[in-house]
């Protein structure tokens, strides 16, 4: 392999959540251990999530439903449908107990089920195998969560690590490419197809493929600087730190959000201008969470609404309509106000609807938004304490105890088709009791 100037080595790992949504169901239902399970998409379509036991069947990921309902029948698949409650508390203990093994700038939460960490600081005085060893003990035994690691001296090596840490269980869920003797480690990448180096798609791997480029060893051969010229500098990075030379530092907080869009199919088709208010109005509520959560305000507000992508050319409807706010809020009564215009405005009757949502855009930082010279303060800080106080019912009750409007309520036309879902037991509500 081509190097380049040596540096001060790093360390990484990679720590993944095995089949994360199938694991979350488990915790609970340990009867479903070594049984073939499954976990559906919004409105129960396709597979989102597999154990390896069905894997094993032949199911694959995102194929619809519908088409394997005799397999599942014939092996006695389990079937969850999404259950989003319940994953996000479970990946929130998961980043949690992850990050206690390392200082905070050396933790990056990279999605629901994986994190890095940087273990450079640990090499002197740590034994890193047992290291891992231990945090993989700790995820089963305080959260029951099988998780694999993988170590390397780059994020794209760990990348690659934690892949084999799934695939081959003769690592025993951890891979350490960090000390691997440099011959084994190119039998291996040379038997890696280039397509399973972190970032490079599969549009990607054929322009690679027609360059003689075919495995991950033909690609951390390469030299960085011809790709760069051929394809970009992020691939020219991803060599380099194929070769052990990393290019990528922890990001230690996600970038500013520039939009922040909610939205959903429904359940059965739509044709209400009611329904599709109180749809509207609970997608809006779960943005402006999100907005509030950021501390950010918005300037713009989008409501879009669309008839399914499968119905005739005539009955296929689809509309936008946006309204740019002189002064930048983040109150939930006055852009649901908007909100609720904007979708009076674009509805037509006698088409069926099967989705709608509000984008929230032009966003700024809450302490940054200029002050309108014509703003009625007193009518400001009364929105702003309704808010608050709106804010801190739902945090101590629950986001369905109080809403604005009817979006709250129970079996509601628009609501998701989820015929397969396991209770939330983080929630009062569902919580299990004991007679």
């Excluded at 049984?35 to 396709?46: E, R, Y």
């Excluded at 081959?168 to 350490?176: A, K, Y």
């Excluded at 011959?183 to 322009?207: F, M, N, P």
């Excluded at 399914?308 to 809020?329: G, I």
Aim: charged share 20%.
């Amino acid at each position: 392999m081509n190097h380049i100037q040596q540096q001060a080595p790093q360390l990484y790992a990679l720590i993944d959540i095995n089949n994360c949504y199938v694991s979350c169901e488990r915790i609970f239902q340990p009867q479903l251990n070594q049984k073939a399970v499954i976990v559906l998409s919004n409105n129960d379509g396709c597979v989102v999530a597999r154990s390896e036991e069905a894997k094993a069947l032949g199911i694959t990921m995102a194929v619809p439903f519908f088409q394997i309902q005799d397999l599942v029948q014939q092996h006695q698949v389990q079937v969850f449908s999404s259950n989003y409650a319940l994953y996000a508390e479970m990946s929130n203990r998961f980043h949690q107990l992850a990050a206690e093994f390392v200082t905070a700038d050396e933790h990056e939460l990279y999605s629901i089920d994986e994190c890095f960490l940087k273990l450079t600081a640990y090499t002197k005085n740590h034994d890193i195998d047992q290291m891992a060893l231990c945090i993989r003990q700790r995820m089963a035994q305080w959260l029951s969560l099988p998780v694999s690691i993988g170590i390397g001296r780059s994020k794209t090596e760990a990348k690659i690590a934690n892949h084999l840490a799934k695939k081959l269980t003769t690592f025993n869920g951890i891979c350490n490419l960090s000390h691997i003797d440099p011959c084994a480690l190119e039998h291996i990448y040379a038997h890696l197809d280039v397509s399973t180096v972190w970032g490079v798609g599969q549009r990607q791997a054929k322009r690679l493929k027609a360059l003689a480029i075919h495995s991950v060893y033909d690609l951390a051969s390469s030299d960085h600087r011809l790709l760069k010229k051929h394809f970009n500098v992020v691939l020219a990075r991803t060599v380099l730190e194929l070769q052990g030379i990393s290019c990528l530092e922890l990001a230690q907080q996600p970038h500013a959000k520039q939009q922040i869009v909610a939205s959903r199919s429904f359940g059965t088709r739509i044709y209400a201008l009611d329904d599709l208010k109180e749809a509207l109005g609970l997608y809006l509520q779960d943005a402006l969470q999100r907005l509030r959560e950021q501390k950010l305000c918005c300037t713009c507000l989008i409501v879009f609404l669309e008839s399914s992508r499968f119905r005739s050319n005539k009955d296929n409807y689809r509309a936008t309509l946006s309204y740019s706010l002189s002064q930048a809020s983040d109150s939930l009564f006055a852009l649901k106000k908007i909100a609720l215009q904007l979708l009076t405005q674009i509805y037509r009757p006698d088409i069926a609807y099967k989705k709608c949502g509000v984008m929230l855009s032009d966003l700024v930082p809450k302490h940054y938004m200029p002050q309108d010279l014509w703003r009625d303060d007193q009518h400001h800080e009364i929105d702003a304490r309704l808010m608050q106080s709106y804010e801190n019912i739902q945090q101590r009750f629950g986001k369905h105890k109080i809403a604005l409007g009817a979006t709250a309520l129970a079996q509601r036309p628009w609501h998701m088709q989820s015929a397969y879902r396991s209770p939330n037991y983080f929630s009062w509500a569902e919580l299990p009791s004991v007679k």
